[in-house]
């Protein structure tokens, strides 16, 4: 194969990625996507000896190509970070095709093919728990408009999605790459696999109902412009008063819940003073008129560790006297004469908020800015944890990236969690997919989990999705709105809720016996 089909193979299945990819995308695009880039690494690989060139530079392009065009706005939040995110990420898909491409030649069609399953799926396994982590482009996350199709993801999670993608794109490759006798069975074998978890999702989604305990709750999109006014151009009382002033609008005495969004209290606060601060007084006051209300509210805070202490390894030195702090993107919970929740983010955007491998990557610590306001790498807590009312309620906060992670997610179902609220502020990236993206990717955790979920976001998106991924409503970008919905609890756990990603962990597990298989037997001639 000539060099110039193979960058014409190379750069069709990157655009058949970006063109099926939401918000927008002709979804069903994605059953081909790969197929031109897994005929150009077949014809490599049954090229004749004296052939065989090495594909890693086109694969690359593919994969390349495709992050730019689907996630270039990370970019307007801070180009050093998001120029990071974009490479990186495809040089990773890249390696992986690459070792696929490795196995294939040595072992054969069966195995070939079989490893690029197992090896994608443990890459954005591995996507989903290292601190390198940018799983925007996992590839079950294309149906994420499509929820009628993907209901049983109460099953897999977004990784059966992307295990259903690999699979329909090497079936359709070794179609076209099949003789007439064998074309016939094979395109039957494409139909099934298209068409069966579509009709068990569509029963699934018609007889799947939500019953229980409902709350009301108002959720507020403040429009409050991230560079020029959140952190430099108004007080934390301002922006606090136009939250509430929001909420009045939904007669908040008939409510049991208010959202506002990330860092609505953009200024941080000290932790150990917070109920001394006249932001948290002000919030005190409001719900003291509504006792029955409970508000959500994103804060950047900042902890002080005492002498002796262990520091985490975020800890930042006051730079005119002694002492460490840490600061955090923050949740909190108010209720009437109940003390503070808090709840400290823990997925950070890598590049972004948070330089990932400090001792590695430190030198470029001055490219990461924080999505809440405060600049350098964030401190985390361990692990997600709840926020449970007087009211029995159990709520999942989840601050802003953090919601596209659906195991991550799933720790907080597993403790208990009957709905989940995500708070956001989605205007670093400007009127581009990024915050059509991120709204779209919740509607897949309300099904994996079925959980009920309420977003509310600085500017972006805010709105209300089902425990089918309906959604019930959604505000438009860029303008002050406030919405209310009934929302249904659900104290059930689904499969996934109680497994998680145990496809890409099984996959994980099977990495090794494949490339032992490979590389431990004769090489096959291909």
Not at 84 to 97: E, G, P, S
Not at 405 to 425: C, M, S
């Amino acid at each position: 194969m000539s060099g110039n089909k193979k960058l014409f193979l190379s750069i069709l299945s990157a655009l058949l990625l970006w063109i099926c990819w939401p918000a927008g995308g002709v979804t069903a695009l994605v059953f081909i996507s790969l197929v031109p880039v897994l005929l150009m690494e077949y014809y490599a690989t049954h090229a004749p000896a004296g052939n065989k060139r090495s594909i890693f530079g086109y694969v690359y392009l593919t994969f390349l190509l495709w992050n730019i065009a689907s996630t270039w706005w990370v970019c307007n939040a801070t180009i050093g970070g998001g120029l990071f995110a974009i490479f990186c990420n495809a040089l990773f898909m890249a390696l992986v095709f690459q070792l696929f491409h490795i196995v294939h030649r040595r072992s054969g069609d069966f195995i070939g093919y079989l490893s690029l399953i197992i090896f994608w799926l443990a890459f954005e396994y591995l996507h989903l728990h290292w601190e390198l982590s940018w799983p925007w482009l996992t590839l079950g996350n294309v149906f994420a408009t499509q929820p009628v199709w993907i209901q049983w993801y109460e099953w897999t999670g977004s990784l059966g999605g992307s295990l259903w993608v690999l699979a329909v794109n090497i079936l359709i490759a070794q179609w076209l790459l099949s003789s007439e006798l064998k074309r016939k069975r094979k395109m039957f074998a494409v139909l099934m696999l298209l068409a069966v978890p579509v009709v068990v999702s569509l029963i699934r989604y018609t007889t799947y109902n939500e019953s229980g305990k409902t709350i009301r709750v108002i959720s507020t999109q403040p429009n409050i412009d991230p560079y020029n006014e959140k952190f430099s151009g108004m007080s934390n009382e301002e922006q606090i008063i136009r939250v509430l002033q929001l909420a009045n609008l939904e007669s908040p005495d008939s409510a049991d819940y208010i959202l506002a969004p990330e860092t609505a209290i953009a200024n941080s606060l000290w932790e150990s003073e917070l109920e001394n601060y006249s932001e948290i007084k002000l919030l005190r006051k409001y719900i003291s008129a509504y006792p029955h209300v409970r508000m959500i509210i994103g804060a950047s805070t900042d902890k002080l560790y005492g002498a002796g202490e262990k520091l985490s390894s975020t800890a930042r030195k006051f730079t005119q006297q002694d002492g460490y702090y840490d600061s955090y993107n923050t949740a909190l919970f108010v209720e009437n004469n109940q003390p503070l929740q808090i709840f400290h983010k823990s997925k950070l955007v890598p590049g972004v908020e948070r330089m990932p491998y400090p001792k590695i990557f430190g030198f470029l610590e001055k490219l990461s800015i924080n999505m809440g306001g405060t600049s350098g790498s964030l401190g985390v807590q361990p692990e997600p944890t709840v926020f449970k009312g007087t009211d029995s309620v159990i709520t999942a906060p989840v601050i802003c990236y953090e919601s596209i992670y659906g195991d991550y997610l799933a720790e907080y179902v597993r403790k208990g969690a009957q709905w989940i609220a995500v708070i956001t502020n989605d205007g670093w990236w400007g009127n581009t997919p990024g915050y059509r993206q991120h709204f779209q990717y919740a509607r897949i955790h309300a099904i994996e989990l079925r959980r009920d979920v309420a977003r509310s976001a600085n500017t972006g998106m805010s709105g209300f999705i089902n425990q089918r991924g309906d959604v019930l409503q959604q505000t438009a970008y860029w303008k002050e709105a406030v919405i209310r919905e009934q929302i249904t609890l659900n104290s059930s756990e689904t499969i996934y809720a109680r497994f998680g990603d145990y496809l890409g962990l099984a996959a994980a597990w099977l990495v090794l016996p494949v490339l032992l298989t490979a590389f431990l037997k004769p090489r096959k001639n291909v």
